[in-house]
Nanobody, 121 residues
Framework: EVQLVESGGGLVQAGGSLRLSCGAS????????VKWFRQAPGKEREGVSC???????YYPDSVKGRFTISRDSAKNTVYLQMNALKPEDTAVYYC????????WGDGYHYRGQGTQVTVSS
């Protein structure tokens, strides 16, 4: 059975940092792009970072320069380092294994249950 498990969320003050982890069991990230999404209550799901199988990364303007996605093949884990957090970053964050080796679209094979990130002002 494939499971993706996110961890590292929590409550942080504005300007603080968190590092989210996405670990997989029953599956290896190698060869696939992985994307971090977030969804806040009453808002649309938003992709906040993506990493190709070759390590190339992509970010929307809303988080560019503050968030960094990375992958560690040895640990079969993908990370999201979030710095300079803002209250508007508050959301449930979850990782997903995309259907391709590159960050094309939002279609995914697997998705985790998410981890809550709350940024207080």
């Amino acid at each position: 059975e494939v499971q993706l498990v996110e961890s590292g969320g929590g409550l942080v003050q504005a300007g603080g940092s968190l590092r989210l982890s996405c670990g997989a069991s029953g599956f290896t990230f190698d060869g696939y792009a992985v994307k971090w999404f977030r969804q806040a209550p009453g808002k649309e799901r938003e992709g906040v970072s993506c990493i190709n199988s070759d390590g190339r990364t992509y970010y929307p303007d809303s988080v560019k320069g503050r968030f960094t996605i990375s992958r560690d093949s040895a640990k079969n884990t993908v990370y999201l380092q979030m710095n300079a957090l803002k209250p508007e970053d508050t959301a449930v964050y979850y990782c997903a294994v995309l259907k391709f080796h590159a960050c094309w679209g939002d279609g995914y094979h697997y998705r985790g249950q998410g981890t809550q990130v709350t940024v207080s002002s």
